[in-house]
T-cell receptor
Framework: DAEITQSPRHKITETGRQVTLACHQT?????MFWYRQDLGHGLRLIHY???????NKGEVSDGYSVSRSNTEDLPLTLESAASSQTSVYFC?????????????FGPGTRLTVL | GIQVEQSPPDLILQEGANSTLRCNFS?????LQWFHQNPWGQLINLFY???GTKQNGRLSATTVATERYSLLYISSSQTTDSGVYFC???????????FGAGTRLAVHP
């Protein structure tokens, strides 16, 4: 069955370190998204991609970057981790019609920055 | 930007009760989705419903796009319905899916 996976599921890091969260989907979806979830804010969009070599900033993109070198993967990099980036991160994917298609979510990565 | 408001923020039910969750949005949207986040954190798609009414078992949803709201109905609630229900809208003008803050539901036996 097609799925979307994230790794690691839990990560503890220190302030200032670079961290990369992996997202891999086997739906063959063109569209991929990264969200963060925080109490009181719901889910907020960090970055998204509508295809290989395409990346776009979301509403909370500062301090994060993504790259899309193939259809299956959209890794999220925190260039210099900050305590404010402690959160649960979700990756999602959807079919061809941009974000109007149903989005399918991965299991999430809980990141703690000390 | 577009605002998505969900109500109520919290809801407590006895097993077997019915409930209605509401989602209001401030601008025209191209689609609307309802999600359930279970107690383990997994986000599950419930409905893709830009307009009209859909039903799936004990759950149904109605979106009235012209009046900018959607309703999620849960009938004969079960403890497994507990979790957080999110409404999310896609606006072509902003080219992204925007989530409401969610309704936290607790169903007690």
């Amino acid at each position: 069955d097609a799925e979307i996976t994230q790794s690691p599921r839990h990560k503890i890091t220190e302030t200032g370190r670079q961290v990369t969260l992996a997202c891999h989907q086997t739906w063959n979806h063109n569209n991929m998204f990264w969200y963060r979830q925080d109490l009181g804010h719901g889910l907020r969009l960090i970055h998204y991609s509508y295809g290989v070599q395409d990346t776009n900033k979301g509403e909370v993109s500062d301090g994060y970057s993504v790259s899309r070198s193939n259809t299956e993967d959209l890794p999220l990099t925190l260039e210099s981790a900050a305590s404010s980036q402690t959160s649960v991160y979700f990756c999602a994917s959807s079919g061809d019609r941009r974000a109007t298609d149903t989005q399918y979510f991965g299991p999430g990565t809980r990141l703690t920055v000390l | 930007g577009i605002q998505v408001e969900q109500s109520p923020p919290d809801l407590i039910l006895q097993e077997g009760a019915n409930s209605t969750l509401r989602c209001n949005f401030s601008d025209s949207v191209n689609n609307l989705q309802w999600f359930h986040q279970n107690p383990w954190g997994q986000l599950i798609n419930l409905f893709y419903i830009p307009s009209g009414t859909k039903q799936n078992g004990r759950l149904s949803a109605t979106t009235v796009a012209t009046e900018r709201y959607s309703l999620l109905y849960i009938s004969s609630s079960q403890t497994t319905d507990s979790g957080v229900y999110f409404c999310a809208v896609f606006s072509g003008g902003y080219n992204k899916l925007i989530f409401g803050a969610g309704t936290r539901l607790a169903v007690h036996p």
